[in-house]
T-cell receptor, first 110, second 114 residues
Framework: LAKTTQPISMDSYEGQEVNITCSHN???????ITWYQQFPSQGPRFIIQ???TKVTNEVASLFIPADRKSSTLSLPRVSLSDTAVYYC???????????FGTGTRLLVSP | EAQVTQNPRYLITVTGKKLTVTCSQN?????MSWYRQDPGLGLRQIYY???????DKGDVPEGYKVSRKEKRNFPLILESPSPNQTSLYFC?????????????FGPGTRLTVT
């Protein structure tokens, strides 16, 4: 499984766009990139998944460059309720063991 | 409502007293998994199950057992709990390989072993 590296923490203000980058230099050809969000004392929640280029849903966008060695989760116009830990995972569709890193702690201030 | 349930939500026990944390999902998911979460260490996978009667070790299986006799249930068993198993535990499920990484997590069980 590809190892991922994310910033430990990020700060932002309400209404700003937040971009969290994840490095995964050893990503395999059949690996997908998935992001989760976790609030304190709650289980993680799936946000978005992608393989290449750009994926967008009602919550976020995921940008993946051509070499796929990194990816960027983009949260448009964050609010206080977006304060959470964000995890980047990499693995194949035939996944078995999942590895969550320590994630990125995002703090959104008024 | 589609969900993953865990019981109990909170448990305080003593060293060596066997306990079971139950996990149940009502989504007919093939894949189920247990994680523990500790400060500064993120989520670590304990065991996972690809389907009924199929289980395998995650990254931190020592001191835990699991079973998957029915598709909907995946209990976590601590035969002889120790203080280093004090943690927040999450159960998760997924459709399986068809759904990739989209897992649904339960509300968590906070276990304290004294």
């Amino acid at each position: 499984l590809a190892k991922t590296t994310q910033p430990i923490s990020m700060d932002s203000y309400e209404g700003q766009e937040v971009n969290i980058t994840c490095s995964h230099n050893n990503i395999a050809t059949n690996d997908y990139i998935t992001w989760y969000q976790q609030f304190p004392s709650q289980g993680p929640r799936f946000i978005i998944q992608g393989y290449k280029t750009k994926v967008t849903n009602e919550v976020a966008s995921l940008f993946i460059p051509a070499d796929r060695k990194s990816s960027t989760l983009s949260l448009p116009r964050v609010s206080l309720s977006d304060t959470a830990v964000y995890y980047c995972l990499v693995g194949g569709r035939g996944f078995q063991k999942l590895v969550f890193g320590t994630g990125t702690r995002l703090l959104v201030s008024p | 409502e589609a969900q993953v349930t865990q019981n109990p939500r909170y448990l305080i026990t003593v060293t060596g007293k066997k306990l079971t944390v139950t996990c149940s999902q009502n989504m007919n998911h093939e894949y189920m998994s247990w994680y523990r979460q500790d400060p500064g260490l993120g989520l670590r996978q304990i065991y996972y199950s690809m389907n009924v009667e199929v289980t395998d070790k995650g990254d931190v299986p020592e001191g835990y057992k699991v079973s998957r006799k029915e598709k909907r249930n995946f209990p976590l068993i601590l035969e002889s709990p120790s203080p280093n198993q004090t943690s927040l535990y999450f159960c998760a499920s997924s459709l399986g390989v068809r759904a990739g990484f989209e897992q649904y997590f339960g509300p968590g069980t906070r276990l304290t072993v004294t």
